[in-house]
């Protein structure tokens, strides 16, 4: 029997049945309706009931970014959605035959990488999705580290620096702020609107009295512009300096990199390797892990959703 | 049926026959036999021999300060112990008709306080030794966490500070650096040493001619002087910032705080709390946890390492 | 002779005629004209020629934010005018009849302190303005510093943090960063939109819907709510920290603490006594430092750039 | 006439008798008479005696590491010798019928720099002084810095990094900690006892048993081995970000870098004038300074000393 994803993000809601092997069936997209509370759960349910159409489904996982409750039931706080406390579970099985479970949506790409990708052979494993911000998820003895309110691994506010770099959530110094999709665009405006002869590349990338786009900034990093690269690596640094200090805590085998910026391949993963040996603490008297990049392009929320909903349905054994 | 605890400390052995309730049904402590491999293994069988005499025994726990492998069956690295590589479990079993597991001694630690003590309750713990080093523990899901090579869990080696004090690890700016016994020690020494008038009383107890000793901060504390107090609060705030970083990665329900200099109580415990909120990544939006001390005294690593015998000898369902 | 002092805000220009005593015979206010230099200087010239008028002038000193050449000739950089290597004594002197000399702001200020206000009687002298940044003055042996390039004294750039909180400057950590107007406005927000139960005076105060104002925060000060008090202590320790750093450098007599901000008085100037005491190096083998409060309320600026024109111009001895 | 200069080292004393231009006439060297301070100031005496026999001498310039004050009179604290409060230039005087001008070592080695060497043609110059400690000085506008309690210029002092590595002055993340001769051999000899690879070639020097040198870790830097290039331009980084800081403050034209380390040249050159443009506040928007080795190989600290005393004794016009 198959299972539904749905991955709700800021500007899209996608949708996918996927099989017990993590092949995508079917899949379906729609634009998120912002703002409307409502308007999103119909848009959901819609969805679902296209994507289950004539077949058996065994349930919906649905993926979304923020604080899920240990029940899977709950949205305690969704920054992108200004969801507090939303029920969604019981707001969704109220109008389906269906049984739903809610996942962080870093969670279910970790999952999807875990199950079908990546992380496949390995039982301790560790994702940073690095796109707007920077999720993260815990894989540990084979099962998802959910923690005791439900929002474990949220590996973006580890502190990097006391007093250091504002993060949205309103603290200092967490890794997100250093090593996200954002920090690396503000970095390079910064950078660009500065006399620095390494900006030179990205002040002509910019389109005439417009801001710099991420694009612009990609687009500096694949023709190797140096002053774009600098930047990247200076990103990768603090990913490996975050890594070996989640080490000492997690002990993984495994460190999976995802999300948008990850695309950037080796030029990112090379930093993050060399940052986590040389901040490894007891370096040399100790196993090293493999930093590697994540498989899956587009679809890990939806796959991980749908299976992490297979696996939470499962008859329990003991 | 009783399981026999072993606890190897840097000065002395101690082992204790342990019910499945908990309770030491007779113990036993002998000198380390410094820098002789052999004598030690001679030393804990002799022990283990004497503790079960007459006794129908499950197996036998052992723990030591050290990088302890995933199959709980070697000492990768014991610094204290100079050992590497070392074979324990099969040079123990060898000599025994018992089974034996090897546990590091912070994760015996709290999983007596996990089991009997402090976090009876929970099934999310974090467990923060502070003694010499700072030693740590997690509890997920109600498992130790162990991690890909068998040594997650090591708290004290999260980095607070980059570029920040030395650690014996080899890394610079690492919690233990900040707030173990070694730390404080050392910061009351500098304070004894300046002409801060904080440290006035400090110098008063100094033995004249000697170096401050442990016990002087101690009398300086209990008598509640100023200075030493000054530097309890501030290792205090450093263990909450750990705490409210650990917090994103592992989401807990509880803290406990144990370990020699955690006799200071309330003392040590609001400057956590209070840092612990301060530094809180999306304050206000999540549940908080709780900070406690531990309630075990003397037998948290013998009683721990006998009840993680039994459970992990006893037999898998699944 | 009297000479006269102009001070150029970013959103008025205030002009007085000021005797050898320091004291103001006659002044007048003119707004800014925003983004338009001609009619800067226009405004400029008119303010001079009224105060001027039927008086008997040496000189005239010009005090702007920004960066000012060794020469006091050209302003080099000012960021709120948006000017990049203006000629401005020789645009002014072209109009006037009279010698011009240009100065940062902040070296006026300090100079009015030294000559007239809270530095009478000593020859080494930091001066630190609170108001919407930071600015900087040293007066060391009895002489303004002005470096190289004429910009030394930029004290609100002395790097407090690594990796610290992004600059106006383009640089990250800054003092600037942390304790200016503008950082205390932002840490007020940040709590004010918090959940933290020390913000609650801070989100009563606000007015609804609107963004918290520096007038609610000063009024929050006034009334001696926690919340409030304990950034400006924060600040204050910034500060602090600020001034030890600085002392290892200039070993100043004395430190002034002015600015919008320095109205709070000892609230405000405890905090930044005790931190430089607590970071000061070698402290207790070395004399200290007296930190205390401008004299000056509001001519500062005009009194410091008059007395200065007079000192630039006065007939070299040797 | 000829001023005698004299350089109080750890392990010898350094005299010399030199003209008006720099130029060292005669010169001789005793070793340093160990914790016995009226040894120290006879054998200082004898060896004024010496150089100065059968010539005319204006004066004696004697510097010494510590803290001298305002009056260049008394030493204020000097670790090496173990001094405080000591009256050195009255103690000197009432044995010589000759002026004497007490002054700190690295002023003195600067002003021979300014003077004679490679600050010729320079009016506001900062040096680095980079041995077992970082020394530092400060000219401005042709004078040296001196401050309010003849303290200024202690820049190994600046504070880099908040809770950062401990200072022998008693406070955490100051300059020396990280950028010190002592800094580098520390550094050194935890990459050799470490497992990293790349401390490979310093283990391989490391003559067996026996703690790394500083002689074998300027080998390797001379050989070229990464492994101490790399922490050659670590420390190189810390020194130029220090620059950049201290740039906001003072403003040089011109950074010289001497002391035993600075004979790496380039090697630690370039990454301080890389971190000085990467840190630099305002970059772009200011001129630029030099950063340049010291000239002087031997002879800075003895002609500083006496060329400083020829210039205190000269008559003044104002």
């Not at 990546?118 to 993260?136: D, N, Q």
């Amino acid at each position: 029997m198959h299972c539904i994803g749905i991955d709700i993000g800021g500007t899209k809601i996608a949708g996918a049945l996927v099989d017990a092997g993590g092949s995508v069936i079917r899949q379906q997209r729609l634009p998120t309706p912002a703002n409307d509370p409502d308007a999103l759960i119909d848009a959901v349910i819609g969805l679902i009931e296209e994507l289950a159409e004539g077949e058996e489904v065994l349930g919906v996982g649905v993926a979304a970014a923020g604080f899920i409750d240990a029940q899977q039931a709950n949205i305690i706080y969704a920054p992108n959605l200004s969801w507090r406390n939303e029920p969604f579970k019981s707001k969704l099985e109220a109008k389906l035959s269906l049984p739903v479970v809610i996942e962080n949506d870093a969670n279910a790409a970790a999952w999807a990488e875990y199950r079908f990708g990546a992380g496949v052979g390995f039982r301790h494993m560790v994702m940073l999705t690095i796109g707007t911000g920077v999720g993260g998820a815990v894989i540990t003895d084979s099962k998802m580290l959910r923690g005791g309110f439900g929002i474990a691994g949220e590996l973006g506010h580890l502190r990097m620096v006391p007093n250091g770099l504002l993060c949205g959530c309103g603290q200092n110094g967490c890794l997100e702020a250093y090593a996200s999709g954002t920090a690396l665009l503000k970095a390079a405006k910064a950078l660009a609107s500065s006399s620095d002869p390494a900006g030179q590349r990205l002040r002509e990338l910019q389109s005439g009295g417009q801001e710099l786009s991420g694009q612009e900034v990609y687009s500096a990093i694949q023709e190797g512009d140096p002053g774009a690269l600098g930047l990247l690596q200076e990103m990768g640094s603090w990913l490996g300096q975050a890594v070996a200090s989640l080490t000492a805590v997690l002990d993984p085998e495994i460190v999976v990199i995802g999300g948008g910026v990850s695309v950037a391949g080796d030029l990112l993963l090379d930093p993050i390797r060399s940052a986590y040996l040389e901040h490894l603490p007891a370096r040399g008297f100790r196993p090293e892990l493999k930093i590697i990049a994540a498989e899956f392009v587009n679809n890990a929320g939806v796959v991980g959703a749908a299976d992490l909903a297979r696996v939470s349905l499962a008859p329990k054994v003991n």
